[in-house]
């Protein structure tokens, strides 16, 4: 069974276009998140939610509106793509707050949807 | 503010020897967490290994091995007996361990490019 899985793996689209990009995890976590790996393979953050409510939101454009309908969900929504979007991103879970042992706060990534815009 | 410097963009290594991928970081928190994934030319991202930084030994997951210092403030992954399937992209990275703390962001350095040799 697939931890956390994304929908389209493949995204290609054109400038000026709305897509969203969905996100489930089965790991039974509180807190997911969206990371973007641009051309460079650098990982930065984007959005961070913890049951539901928004916790991060990193100096990400407003074209960006992540949705949780619940906790085991955690979609993107992007306006209006442009170039620079072509990355891909990256959702991942964890369970916030256990109370001891090793590797606790682990995140654990989804495979990724490789957008491109053209 | 956290950083994560990983200064060999690419490394290669004999099959079945040890490597040693090199990663410092700075923090100004008391306690954070450092983990290790790999990401194979496939595309995924995959949890490797976690160090708590209030934890007294080195952790060890199979092959792989985390050589911490604290005072130096390195975390450095230690891979024995390296096969071909070990050739990726690795990347070091931390977080606070408090939700709260800046949300659990993973702050992820540049990543090491691993070639194993035959």
């Known amino acids: 069974d697939t931890a956390v899985s994304q929908t389209p793996k493949y995204l290609v689209t054109q400038m000026g276009n709305d897509k969203s990009i969905k996100c489930e995890q089965n790991?039974?976590?509180?807190?997911m998140y969206w990371y973007k790996q641009d051309s460079k393979k650098f990982l930065k953050i984007m959005f961070s939610y913890n049951n539901k409510e928004l916790i991060i939101n990193e100096t990400v454009p407003n074209r960006f509106s992540p949705k949780s309908p619940d906790k085991a969900h955690l979609n993107l929504h992007i306006n209006s793509l442009e170039l620079g979007d072509s990355a891909v991103y990256f959702c991942a879970s964890s369970q916030e707050g256990l109370a001891g042992g090793p590797g606790q706060e682990t995140q654990y990534f989804g495979p990724g949807t490789r957008l491109l815009v053209l | 503010a956290q950083k994560i410097t990983q200064t060999q963009p690419g490394m290669f290594v004999q099959e079945k020897e040890a490597v040693t991928l090199d990663c410092t970081y700075d923090?100004?928190?008391?306690?954070?967490?450092l983990f290790w994934y790999k990401q194979p030319s496939s595309g995924e991202m995959i949890f490797l290994i976690y160090q708590g930084s209030y934890d007294q030994q080195n952790a060890t997951e199979g092959r792989y091995s985390l050589n911490f210092q604290k005072a130096r403030k390195s975390a450095n992954l230690v891979i024995s007996a390296s096969q071909l399937g070990d050739s990726a992209m690795y990347f070091c990275a931390m977080r606070g361990l408090l939700l709260y703390n800046q949300g659990g962001k993973l702050i992820f350095g540049q990543g090491t490019e691993l070639s194993v040799k035959p």
């Open positions: 923090t100004s928190d008391p306690s954070y967490g």
């Open positions: 790991l039974g976590h509180d807190t």
